[in-house]
């Protein structure tokens, strides 16, 4: 699920290709996804663990999942897609929907699931960029490459004039940036080089904190809810007259 674990320096004024994602190989990640289970976590440097909702993510989309789709409009893009749920909801739904991830295993499984996806990372040269009408950061996705800002000027410039940024945050108030790895263990912290793959930038943001990031890459608010245990906001990239941009009739409604 997780796009990007590599830190991206240049400069954003057209594309940047990133290099690859230190844990995109992995083997418990693309073991996990192929299973369709778990154990599987992140693991700071310090040895705190963040369990990592596998069976959610190969599932079909759940009722949480829904109704933020609800929400999305024209052309999405979903950042990080991971096993691709969220595509393959769209997909079925007769939306024009693209995934990226970079992961194999995890551009296998959406394409299984019958939706479309690439094995890119979103700092790279990405079909329609600046004509997406939505995008989505979903499943901890807004703490792709570890640095808030760089990954929101990303999508801002990803989405259209007046286009619609989803993103799912931590339901605590958090603003965290640190070096992790993907391990199928809580025991013993492992090397690099081992099967969890070499440490690589994360970040872990409340609503809050997205907010703050946001507004210096010129993403408006227009909402935020939080339904089963689970945090949303929903952003707006700014127009010459951005209050004649309303949020669509299914995303009134906040604090479900």
Do not use: K
């Not at 674990?5 to 693309?30: K, L, N, T």
């Not at 394409?111 to 004509?131: H, I, K, M, N, T």
């Not at 570890?146 to 999508?155: A, D, I, K, S």
Request: hydrophobic content about 40%; some cysteine.
């Amino acid at each position: 699920m997780y796009d990007g674990g590599a830190p991206v320096r240049a400069r954003i004024g057209s594309a940047v290709s990133a290099p690859a994602a230190p844990w995109a190989g992995a083997d418990p990640y693309s073991a996990a996804l192929r299973s369709g289970r778990g154990p599987l976590f992140l693991r700071r440097t310090d040895g705190w663990l963040l369990p990592l909702e596998v069976e959610r993510w190969c599932a079909r989309a759940d009722a949480v999942d829904r109704q933020v789709l609800d929400r999305c409009e024209g052309a999405v893009l979903d950042v990080g897609c991971g096993p691709g749920r969220l595509v393959a909801e769209l997909a079925a739904r007769g939306r024009t929907a693209l995934g990226v991830d970079v992961s194999d295993a995890a551009v296998a499984h959406s394409r299984g699931l019958g939706g479309q996806a690439l094995c890119r990372s979103v700092f790279d040269p990405l079909p329609g960029e600046g004509r997406w009408n939505t995008v989505l950061l979903m499943d901890g996705n807004v703490g792709i490459g570890g640095e808030p800002h760089t990954l929101l000027t990303r999508v801002a410039q990803l989405l259209a004039s007046g286009g619609l940024l989803v993103a799912e945050t931590a339901p605590v108030d958090v603003d965290e940036r640190a070096s992790v790895q993907v391990t199928d263990s809580p025991g013993q912290a492992q090397q690099p080089g081992q099967s969890g793959g070499h440490p690589f930038p994360w970040a872990r943001l409340g609503t809050p904190a997205l907010l703050r990031y946001a507004a210096g890459a010129g993403l408006r608010p227009v909402d935020q809810w939080s339904v089963g245990g689970r945090c949303f906001a929903a952003l707006r990239t700014r127009t010459a007259n951005s209050s004649a941009d309303p949020v669509n009739s299914a995303a009134v409604t906040s604090n479900q």
